[in-house]
């Protein structure tokens, strides 16, 4: 059966959900390093990323649903837009990196928790506490000393910057729609179908691009699977079953903690060593993640009097 228990009926002692979410920023922290591989334009690397992944993953969905796949119009709809989401998400982001710098790029990409808080507020009335929004600035305070030196001293708010704003929203979405896909299907479930809904997206987005679709070389298709595999099916499928027992509006901030990773894997996979400035972020970055997870901590505990009380 794939309806799944609400985020908000988790309780806060299970430790699955949090290694999940640990799981998935690892996997995910890999990503950066597939796209500078990868020989690729941007959306073709998210293109094979995403339908590999699916194709690979078609075989135990087909067995899943077997066993009962309750798929209707009404349910469909959170996996579907939330994969069109994503499509736009590889899309903006990989494109945005040749209108202005990665920096820029990718700390106006991190804005997604901003989005997904307000979101959370705005459509699902989610109450958050002033030390939430204390947690959630010092998150996005340390992603900025991390990525933003550059655009700390250039700040230029051009073509490639919005683009990397529109990023920061369609990751937002995801995280949002996956969160209410989660009360309807299992990780597996929802995963293939988000990813057959990304592919098509991004197949359209590429078509309009004139990518070329094949001519790639051996060692690019490697990177491709490894993609597929590494920060699609493990990355996305842990954070997916995260995102079924926790709110995005925890998730999304403790994501930011994928900059500090791919920072520490980048030192002996791409030789690139962290600045003072780096390192001071990512304190900043991790102190604002625990503020954030403390104050969920604290709301569940009230929401547990409240039901208990009931």
């Given at each position: 059966m794939d309806t799944i228990t609400p985020a908000s009926e988790t309780t806060r002692t299970n430790p699955l959900p949090y290694l999940a979410l640990a799981t998935g920023i690892l996997a995910l922290s890999f990503s950066a390093m597939f796209v500078r591989w990868a020989n690729a334009p941007g959306p073709i690397t998210g293109l094979y990323r995403v339908f590999l992944a699916s194709l690979l993953l078609t075989p135990f969905f087909v067995q899943n649903c077997r066993q009962g796949c309750k798929i209707n119009k009404s349910n469909l709809i959170f996996p579907?837009?939330?994969g069109l989401f994503t499509a736009g998400d590889f899309a903006l982001w990989n494109t945005s990196v040749n209108y202005t710098t990665a920096a820029n790029a990718t700390l106006l990409g991190n804005t997604a928790p901003?989005?997904?808080?307000l979101g959370a507020w705005l459509l699902f009335h989610e109450r958050l506490s002033l030390r939430f929004w204390?947690?959630?600035g010092l998150a996005l305070a340390g992603a900025?000393?991390?990525?933003?030196?550059?655009f700390l001293l250039h700040p230029r708010l051009g073509l490639g910057d919005l683009m990397a704003i529109g990023t920061g929203v369609?990751?937002?979405?995801?995280?949002?729609?996956?969160?209410?896909?989660r009360q309807h299907f299992n990780p597996l479930t929802h995963l293939w179908l988000m990813g057959v809904s990304a592919s098509f997206g991004l197949l359209v987005i590429n078509l309009v691009l004139r990518n070329p679709l094949t001519g790639?070389?051996?060692?690019?298709w490697l990177v491709f699977f490894a993609a597929a595999i590494v920060s699609q099916i493990v990355g996305y499928m842990s954070l997916s079953y995260a995102l079924g027992h926790l709110p995005a509006s925890i998730v999304s901030p403790t994501m930011i903690g994928q900059p500090i990773v791919t920072a520490i894997l980048a030192v002996p996979l791409l030789g690139e060593i962290p600045t003072f400035l780096q390192f001071i972020g990512g304190a900043t970055a991790l102190a604002g993640i625990y503020i954030v997870n403390q104050?969920?901590?604290?709301s569940q505990r009230t929401f547990n009097k409240l039901q208990i009380g009931k």
């Amino acid at each position: 059966m794939d309806t799944i228990t609400p985020a908000s009926e988790t309780t806060r002692t299970n430790p699955l959900p949090y290694l999940a979410l640990a799981t998935g920023i690892l996997a995910l922290s890999f990503s950066a390093m597939f796209v500078r591989w990868a020989n690729a334009p941007g959306p073709i690397t998210g293109l094979y990323r995403v339908f590999l992944a699916s194709l690979l993953l078609t075989p135990f969905f087909v067995q899943n649903c077997r066993q009962g796949c309750k798929i209707n119009k009404s349910n469909l709809i959170f996996p579907a837009l939330g994969g069109l989401f994503t499509a736009g998400d590889f899309a903006l982001w990989n494109t945005s990196v040749n209108y202005t710098t990665a920096a820029n790029a990718t700390l106006l990409g991190n804005t997604a928790p901003l989005w997904v808080a307000l979101g959370a507020w705005l459509l699902f009335h989610e109450r958050l506490s002033l030390r939430f929004w204390l947690g959630l600035g010092l998150a996005l305070a340390g992603a900025t000393l991390i990525l933003g030196t550059d655009f700390l001293l250039h700040p230029r708010l051009g073509l490639g910057d919005l683009m990397a704003i529109g990023t920061g929203v369609f990751y937002a979405g995801y995280m949002l729609l996956t969160q209410r896909s989660r009360q309807h299907f299992n990780p597996l479930t929802h995963l293939w179908l988000m990813g057959v809904s990304a592919s098509f997206g991004l197949l359209v987005i590429n078509l309009v691009l004139r990518n070329p679709l094949t001519g790639y070389s051996s060692q690019t298709w490697l990177v491709f699977f490894a993609a597929a595999i590494v920060s699609q099916i493990v990355g996305y499928m842990s954070l997916s079953y995260a995102l079924g027992h926790l709110p995005a509006s925890i998730v999304s901030p403790t994501m930011i903690g994928q900059p500090i990773v791919t920072a520490i894997l980048a030192v002996p996979l791409l030789g690139e060593i962290p600045t003072f400035l780096q390192f001071i972020g990512g304190a900043t970055a991790l102190a604002g993640i625990y503020i954030v997870n403390q104050a969920h901590s604290k709301s569940q505990r009230t929401f547990n009097k409240l039901q208990i009380g009931k």
